[in-house]
Each structure stands twice: as structure tokens, then as C-alpha cells.
């Protein structure tokens, strides 16, 4: 999709990301990529205001009151999970860290179960959506900055917030998992 100016945070949400939501709960990886030089709208378009949230605050809250749904409809238990780090200047932060360890540097490692991860993030167990959001702007505080021709406070650095949704199935009521997907 190409979008307007004018195009409501609703619609960039609708036709961009809303989709993916139920392949996060079955248990599949999606992307959520915001490209675009400084100040082109990146952080409006991904967080928006109190008034207009933008696309990651919509995830948020659709993922907690679809799995909330399905949680009461069927046998399934949701965790959610979140993690968030900076890449800057080739270097991984984690912004989720206590201050003291603000200025270590984290390794990417391959596990062969999980895949690629980040050795030693901090992952904070989230209960609803506004509690990944206080996380977000926490961490996002706790991003570099420095001053660009374009922005006085460009934030410099590239952020990822990864968020795994565990979806437990004990639908055949003896107290065994019979099924666990792992989506982010």
C-alpha cells in the first residue's frame, strides 16, 4: 500500500498490520519494519499520540483482546512476553536493562532450537497492552540521541521491540500440554 498524507493511523493499522495478529497467536513470526529518513513520520506512524495511536499500540491492544477472546472460548493460556534493544553503531543495547547496564553491549548468538537471539536481553512478562507501552517509552527514553542536519534529536540508533505470545492447548483436560506454539 502506498499512503496518503492525510491517511488516518486506523487505516495504515488496518492495511498493513491488523492481519497478522492471528498468526502471531497460531504461532508464526510477522515484521513490523519502519523504514524512512529523519523525521519522515517513523515514530508517529509506529506509536502516534494519546489521541491516535499508532500501529504498535493497536497490535497491543488487539493482540490482548483477541487472545483474551480465545482464551475464554477455548482451553488456551496466553504469556506474552517483551524485549527491546537498540542497534547503534553496530553495537546491541538492551533498553529494558537496569541503568547500570546501560553501556554493556549484548552478542547476537544463533541457538539452534530458538534461532537468532540476543544473549543476556531482559524479557518482561506482560499481562496487557498498556504494560508493553509503559516498556516502550521507557526504553525508547533510554535511546541514543544526537543531533542531525534534518533533527536535533534524532534518536540515531535503530530500536527493535520483539514481542513472543506462547500459546498453550490443554484441551484434552488431564492437566497435559497436548500443544505449544511460539509466535513473535
Known sequence: YVFEPSSS???????????????????????VFAY???????????????????IMVRVM???????????????????????FLEVYNENIRDLLSGENA????????????KGPMVAGITEVEAKNSGEIMRLLH????????????????????????????ETRDSASGDGVVDNIKVGK
Open 138 to 165: 521507557q526504553g525508547n527514553a533510554r535511546r541514543s540521541q544526537a543531533a542531525t542536519a534534518a533533527n536535533e534529536v534524532s534518536s540515531r540508533s535503530h530500536a527493535v521491540l520483539q514481542v513472543i505470545v
Open 36 to 54: 524512512g529518513q529523519t523525521g519522515s513520520g517513523k515514530t508517529y506512524t509506529m506509536i502516534g499520540t494519546e489521541e491516535n495511536p499508532g
Open 9 to 31: 493511523q486506523e487505516a495504515i493499522f488496518h492495511h498493513t498490520t491488523k492481519f497478522l495478529i492471528h498468526g502471531v497467536l497460531d504461532g508464526y513470526n510477522a515484521t
Open 102 to 113: 546501560m553501556d554493556d553491549y549484548l552478542d547476537l548468538r544463533e541457538d539452534p532450537i
Open 61 to 83: 491492544s488487539d493482540l490482548f483482546s483477541v487472545s483474551a477472546s480465545q482464551a475464554a472460548a477455548n482451553v488456551l493460556t496466553y504469556k506474552v512476553t517483551v524485549s
